[in-house]
């Protein structure tokens, strides 16, 4: 079962904490869906792109804890209240183009996704990833009308940020919450596993993902090529994938429209899309001849909520005249960046 019982909760959180692997979201394991902002093309390459398999380490996106603790962590850096995106979802259509609100404390398993979608912190969370927290909080109903109904987005809401429509019942102690959530509730707040878990985190603008050994040598491999490329032809990959960044470059016509009317707004500064990546690439490794697999390893390797890491990117090949690494001073990083 993907939801843990009380009792197995309880064990895990009596014994010692063990070593986490990083959060979802972080790795190249859990971004097999892409992101939000990204096109169905860029979703099913992105899908497609892990191969061979060896140079990328395994799935964790089953880990109930990992999954909590990285959606605590995405709701408190956007600034996200999660009840208010869900509790207008507690709601039926009436006459006239009204609302009922039913206060039920129950949505939809698809009401779910989307109210994570819209909220921008959650686009990297694969389908394996979400299952496993929609039936962390799915529950039977006994009435047939609320059959459906079945995620309680009060005690996720309580569960990761301590506020749902019941929370000063809680703290007087007048309402209990089931003790699956209490144990969920107390494991987040177990003071070795956090310290584990952000030891782990790395959210930063030059937030590079983990691969295997073997995924490592042959990057080295590749990154060697690209560079020695940016070297022999005098060009700077900043400036030629900067040319794909929204947030550089609102002032083109159609790029500024698409920015304004399109999910590209929820990009991370520094980030670019993955056909973006690609055509970037081309123009960038023109006469390397890189294959499949190579541009795929290297899109995973900076990759960044479903989108392409350039700034990290560039900071790692971008070669000066005199051979050595180009360096960022905190004036250039300011302008990328915000």
Known sequence: ???RSPDTLRSTLSTATPDVTPRVGTTVRTTKDGSMMAC?????????????TKWYRGDASTDLLQIL??????????????LDLLAPLDSVP????????????????????????????????????????????REERAQREFS????????????????????????????????????????????????????????????????????????????????????ADRISAR?????FDPHLNTSVSWMKKAFQSSPMVNMPPGCISRSQYLRGMHLLADGLKLSEPDMNLVFNKYCKTGSFNYLAFCKDVDVRPDG???EYGAAEESEILY
């Open 324 to 326: 050595k690494l180009r």
């Open 1 to 3: 079962r993907l939801v």
């Open 94 to 137: 009436g006459a006239g183009g009204r609302v009922h609100q039913l206060h039920i404390g129950y949505i939809q398993r698809d009401q779910l996704r989307r109210a994570l979608d819209v909220c921008g912190g959650f686009g990297d969370i694969s389908e394996t990833a979400f299952g496993v927290l929609a039936d962390a909080f």
């Open 148 to 231: 459906e109904r079945d995620i309680n987005y009060e005690a996720m809401c309580e569960v990761l940020q301590g506020k749902s429509h019941h929370s000063l019942a809680y703290r007087q102690g007048s309402r209990v919450l089931d003790d699956k959530y209490q144990i969920m509730q107390g494991q987040l707040e177990n003071e070795r596993f956090m310290e584990s878990f952000k030891a782990c985190f790395d959210d930063t603008p030059f937030a590079r993902q983990p691969l295997s050994v073997h995924g490592e040598v042959r990057l080295k491999k590749v990154m060697a090529l690209i560079m020695h490329k940016i070297y």
């Open 69 to 82: 603790a990285y959606a605590r962590h995405r709701l408190r850096i956007r600034q996200v209240i999660l």
């Open 239 to 243: 400036e030629m994938l900067g040319d």
């Open 40 to 52: 169905l093309s860029d979703r099913v390459s992105i899908e497609a792109s892990r191969a061979p």
